[in-house]
Structure formats: C-alpha cells, structure tokens
C-alpha cells in the first residue's frame, strides 16, 4: 500500500500543474503490453504462468511551455497496481512525436519506488512506451480524453 504516498502526491501535483499549466491535458488509458526475454512473470514469492499483459489503468498528461507532465495508475506485469509519476520531453518526427519520461514508480519487487527512463513514440492518440522491467517490455497508452 505504498503507492497510495505517491498517489497522493500526483493529486497534488495534478492541483499544482492545473494552475502553472499553459498547454493541454490528456487522459490516457493503459491498455496491453508485450513481454520480451526469457523469464516468466513472478509475484511475491509465486511463479505465474505468463506475465499480465491486460495493464488496465488510467493516466494524465499534463503539458507545459517545456514538456509535459504524466501520472497515473495501472495493473502491471506481475498483477500489483502501479502508480508513477514522471517529466517527458518530446520533438516532431514527421507525423510522430518521439520522445523520453523521466520519472518515479511503484509496485514492482525491484524496490518500493524504482525511478525510470523510458522512450515514448507517439502517432495520433496511441503511445508505445518501452520500458525495461521486470523486462523489456512494449506498452500501448491510448489518449481518451482531452482539452
């Protein structure tokens, strides 16, 4: 129940970024992911057959002059909820946005709170976001919501 500290923070984050904003804010969901590598996914103590690849959650992204801001929640790899928060940066690539976050997340056995780095590539309203662990893994965040 950890993530439930940096829940609270990203609500007050979320208060803050609302009034330092000058761009648009997108609600996001969190969709499906592809494992690659070899290991099986594995939970507190317990080997699972495959790893959960169904990583239903909902997000913000929040822009700024600089880059944007992103928070969230989500089920992730090895069934635990997930909450993270993080700073992107991203540039026009023809018709792309490619781009990286930079950010904090719970709920993996790693540690309490991992930070992460991760490239995002973005077409329309669908992100992919590689991210490597509990190993290489392809998220898909499809933006819901906007205004």
Known sequence: M????LLMLLIIV????????????????HTVSQHY????????GNLFEDWNEAN?????RDYSADGYLTY????????????????????????????V??????????????????PVIRYDAVSIVVAPYPEPVVHI?????EW
């Open 2 to 5: 950890k993530w439930i500290y």
């Open 37 to 44: 590598g070899e290991n099986k996914g594995y939970g507190e």
């Open 141 to 145: 965040i499809v933006d819901i919501l």
């Open 56 to 60: 239903l959650g909902v997000g913000i």
């Open 72 to 99: 969230g929640i989500y089920s992730n790899s090895i069934r635990k909820a997930s909450a993270y928060i993080g700073y992107g940066w991203e540039m026009d690539v023809g018709d792309f946005k490619v781009g």
């Open 101 to 118: 976050v930079a950010g904090l997340i719970t709920g993996y056995n790693l540690a309490e709170v991992l930070p992460y780095i991760v």
């Open 14 to 29: 979320s208060f803050y970024s609302d009034h330092a904003n000058s761009g648009e804010t997108i609600i996001q969901l």
